[in-house]
């Protein structure tokens, strides 16, 4: 007769057993079949169990429990007094052969050996058990062997990852996750942030050709066997670009009072920010003036706005990959400002003049 069982190891808990052992069917068959035996195999694994039988006519019964987590008692197993020897072998290696153990591995124990019952336990079950187990059994009337086939399946894990990486915009980049497990996991790839927008790919490696800067944030490798709960392991993408300053405004301010003008740039690695008037630059601790920067904005702030504040001045965003600037006017409450591509330009609030200028070029003429 020959059985397939399922041995499984899970990462973090290696403790799985496999417990070979003689068996009867339960009383019920027994009966039924006045004395014809069946080769049970019973599998448990947390709190699920099942158990098939296939009828052995020459009345020789096995019991085959493979544990990741031994969970209570066995049922008693029996061994009817026609059988005279037994023993357990894996492939061709003698395991045990009655109460001597003929194998050197230290996992492999005799757990009883009784009129009634005759088995062992290999302990710490890895894939290298994985084969098939023979039970030998020498009767009154002629020897007879079953086998038992354990197939041992690995829960997945992620044994190789790109690290975190920061690239240059419009480069290529290519990102591998490598995973193990039995059967063989499935390996995806799926961009999730700023927001998840499903799987970029179905594959170990993931490749990006001119990356842009939308496609920075975290990626997730997921590999799943559905042996295990999948294995999930991020990557950061950090795309870097030059500085782009996206606002840009002018104010009016009366003499007197507090203004501020304002630039903000985005960029990767941050913008450092520089204001300039007059081809000056402005630096922290002039009389009135402070200049207030954070990682996506800078501040030029006068607390006390005079005549001599009011003109155009320049904010420069710079980081290790450009720089880019932009003109932004302070004026008076009444001046007309302009503003153009984040560039401000200032007008004389005194456009009433107009008409009595061209009045008297006429009169002069």
Request: hydrophobic share 35%; net charge neutral.
């Amino acid at each position: 007769n020959h059985s397939v069982l399922r041995g499984f190891q899970t990462q973090g808990h290696s403790a799985s057993v496999l417990r070979l052992q003689f068996c009867k069917a339960s009383d019920a068959e027994t009966q039924a079949k006045a004395n014809r035996r069946c080769l049970c195999v019973h599998w448990e694994q947390g709190a699920q169990s099942s158990q098939s039988c296939q009828e052995d006519p020459d009345g020789i019964s096995f019991f085959v429990v493979p544990l990741t987590y031994p969970s209570g008692p066995l049922s008693r197993c029996t061994i009817d007094n026609r059988v005279t020897r037994v023993a357990w072998l894996n492939r061709s290696t003698i395991l045990y052969a009655g109460n001597d153990k003929w194998c050197l591995d230290p996992r492999v124990v005799l757990l009883s050996n009784t009129q009634t019952q005759y088995s062992i336990e290999i302990q710490n079950v890895d894939v290298y058990d994985e084969g098939p187990y023979t039970c030998s059994v020498q009767t009154d009337n002629h020897p007879k062997t079953s086998r038992v086939h354990l197939i041992v399946q690995v829960s997945p894990k992620i044994v190789e990852i790109s690290s975190d990486i920061s690239i240059n915009e419009g480069n290529n980049i290519s990102l591998t996750c490598i995973a193990t497990g039995r059967p063989e996991p499935t390996v995806t790839w799926r961009h999730i942030s700023p927001k998840a927008v499903g799987f970029v790919s179905e594959d170990e490696y993931l490749e990006i050709q001119g990356i842009t800067r939308e496609q920075s944030g975290y990626y997730e490798c997921s590999a799943s066997n559905d042996v295990a709960a999948p294995v999930v392991r991020r990557v950061k993408v950090t795309v870097n670009y030059p500085p782009y300053i996206s606002e840009a405004k002018g104010t009016g301010v009366p003499v007197g009072q507090k203004g501020t003008l304002q630039c903000e740039a985005s960029a990767v690695p941050s913008a450092e920010f520089q204001w300039y008037k007059d081809d000056k630059r402005l630096v922290e601790g002039k009389k009135g003036v402070k200049v207030e920067n954070r990682p996506f904005l800078s501040k030029l702030i006068f607390f006390n706005v005079s005549e001599h504040d009011y003109g155009n001045y320049t904010c420069v965003a710079s980081n290790k990959l450009g720089h880019t600037n932009a003109s932004i006017t302070l004026f008076g409450p009444g001046a007309v400002s302009e503003v153009s591509n984040g560039t401000s330009s200032r007008r004389a609030g005194c456009l009433w003049l107009l008409p009595l200028l061209v009045l008297h070029l006429l009169l002069k003429f």
